[in-house]
């Protein structure tokens, strides 16, 4: 069965690094979404991408926060200056028209 | 302002039982609506979806019900097994089928053996 794949599932970063979470999507679909989940809460929207653009953000999606897709395969998250409160789970998702959006295992950003 | 809440944080039931998990959702413009299952560490997997021309939905020992005019969504899992055991979250789309998803808080479902 196809699916999202994340990597790291586990990243440690000092405030104030950069860091980039990897994504590779379903092959065949077309929309493409970063979410996140603070321990505890709920799962929080962040970006979405459709056709080499961002379609939405959210608040939370502010300057520091970039998306890329590089090569037509995977699809990235870039933090550029990351703060304790960054520290969470991050969640790819992708899906094709009109279908369920199938998300990753997630990568667990901590932040110290 | 747009959300999606959940009535309870954990839910207890017996293996073999009925199990009823409700959503309340106060976007009225959104049409599409899905439950997501999460087990520990891993990432969101899909249940079950419902269009807001759907009151009833049916899925294998699963079923969806939404009720519109009080804004209300609720997932029946029928003979819970220990393998149900999860957190349970509704979500809506209320740009309909395209566009993100708004989550609730989630139901923690524990299933005694």
């Known amino acids: 069965e196809p699916e999202v794949t994340q990597t790291p599932s586990h990243q440690v970063t000092q405030m104030g690094q950069e860091v980039i979470l990897r994504c590779v999507p379903i092959?065949?679909?077309?929309?493409f979404y970063w979410y996140r989940q603070i321990l505890g809460q709920k799962v929080e929207f962040l970006v979405s991408?459709?056709?080499?653009?961002?379609?939405?953000k959210s608040e939370i999606f502010d300057d520091q926060f970039s998306v890329e897709r590089p090569d037509g395969s995977n699809f990235t998250l870039k933090i550029r200056s990351t703060k304790l409160e960054d520290s969470a789970m991050y969640f790819c998702?992708?899906?094709?028209?009109?279908?369920?959006?199938?998300f990753g295992q997630g990568t667990r950003l901590t932040v110290v | 302002g747009e959300s999606v809440g959940l009535h309870l944080p954990t839910l207890s039931v017996q293996e073999g039982d009925n199990s009823i998990i409700n959503c309340a959702y106060s976007?009225?413009?959104?049409?599409?609506f899905i439950w997501y299952k999460q087990e520990s560490g891993k990432g969101p997997q899909f249940i079950i979806d419902?269009?807001?021309?759907?009151d009833k939905r049916q899925g294998q020992r699963v079923t969806v019900l939404l009720n519109k005019t009080v804004k209300h969504l609720s997932l029946q899992i029928a003979a819970t097994q220990p393998g149900d055991s999860a957190v349970y979250f509704c979500?809506?789309?209320?740009?309909?089928?395209?566009?993100?998803?708004?989550f609730g808080k989630g139901t923690k479902l524990s299933v005694k053996p």
């Open positions: 979500a809506e789309r209320p740009g309909g089928s395209q566009g993100n998803l708004i």
């Open positions: 976007n009225s413009a959104s049409d599409y």
């Open positions: 991408f459709y056709n080499n653009e961002i379609s939405e």
């Open positions: 419902i269009r807001s021309n759907m």
């Open positions: 092959s065949n679909h077309l929309y």
């Open positions: 998702a992708s899906e094709e028209t009109e279908a369920e959006a199938f």
